[in-house]
């Protein structure tokens, strides 16, 4: 029997903002032709990349209280910049900010131009911090929290062990999808995500569903913040896949099933 992969180190993350009805979270569509979760409903995000670990061009937490708060020995900073560098690469948004730590608009980055940045760095022509230092700027981790901790179960061909983060969405900015990895993009209440997704409409993965669920309640952007940093401690959730008279479920630990 083959083994089932090791989980792969990844980030995924909630860029939250007010709205006249609630606080709303962007969600992506993935390409219906990806290898994993094609067509879903997700957040942006993707695997850690070896660079990730070595950008220059951050402010904020440096890796150990980034390792800390991960109950990581180390590297936790890497998911972070992961995070951000989807949440740019997948839905055009980079959370940045100048020299001095000042959160500003993009001014050396116009609309246009940030479109052909984040093109430049999908295609691999330069890097993040390339990016990051024509303009000035730098990538700030200061705004971002800790949300969750998801593995993927034992069984699909690719697997990932995903720290979900939340932050507050750069104001100024539009999402825009690469239209490779992400087709659409699209700003919901998590209510309505969660009831387009009853109907049939969005299709979306249990971890997502679940995380929508946690934040279903926060009365704005930024008490979605507050809870992130407010709780006392992330569990890591690992799925299990149950099997029922042909049936495949999805259990969490203390389901009927999960230790069988």
Same mark, same amino acid.
């Given at each position: 029997? #083959? ?20 606080? +709303? ?18 957040? =942006?995000?993707?695997?850690?990349? =070896? ?39 997948? #839905? ?42 024509? #303009? ?64 049939? +409409? ?59």
């Amino acid at each position: 029997m #083959a083994q089932s992969p090791v989980p792969r180190p990844a980030s995924t993350v909630l860029a939250v903002r007010d709205a006249d009805a609630g606080f +709303e979270v962007l969600m992506v569509r993935r390409n219906l032709n990806s290898d994993f979760v094609g067509g879903a409903y997700v957040f =942006p995000g993707g695997a850690v990349e =070896p660079g990730d670990g070595h950008l220059r061009r951050a402010v904020g937490p440096a890796d150990p209280e980034f390792s800390a708060l991960l109950d990581l020995p180390q590297g936790g900073r890497a998911y972070v910049v992961a995070a951000l560098r989807e949440l740019f690469e997948e #839905a055009g948004l980079l959370v940045a900010c100048d020299d001095a730590g000042e959160v500003r608009d993009l001014e050396p980055l116009a609309a246009s131009q940030l479109l052909e940045a984040r093109r430049r760095l999908n295609a691999g022509e330069e890097t993040l911090n390339d990016l990051l230092d024509a #303009a000035g700027l730098y990538l700030d981790l200061r705004g971002v929290a800790y949300l969750a901790h998801w593995v993927t179960p034992t069984g699909p061909p690719r697997r990932f062990d995903t720290r979900f983060f939340v932050l507050r969405a750069p104001s100024g900015q539009v999402a825009r999808p690469d239209t490779t990895e992400t087709v659409d993009s699209v700003w919901l209440r998590p209510r309505d995500a969660l009831a387009a997704h009853e109907r049939g +409409e969005y299709e979306m993965i249990f971890p997502t569903i679940r995380t929508l669920e946690s934040v279903a309640d926060c009365a704005s952007a930024d008490d979605v913040v507050t809870y992130a940093r407010n709780q006392t401690g992330v569990v890591k959730t690992e799925p299990r896949l149950v099997n029922r008279d042909g049936v495949i479920s999805v259990v969490l630990a203390g389901d009927d099933g999960y230790d069988d």
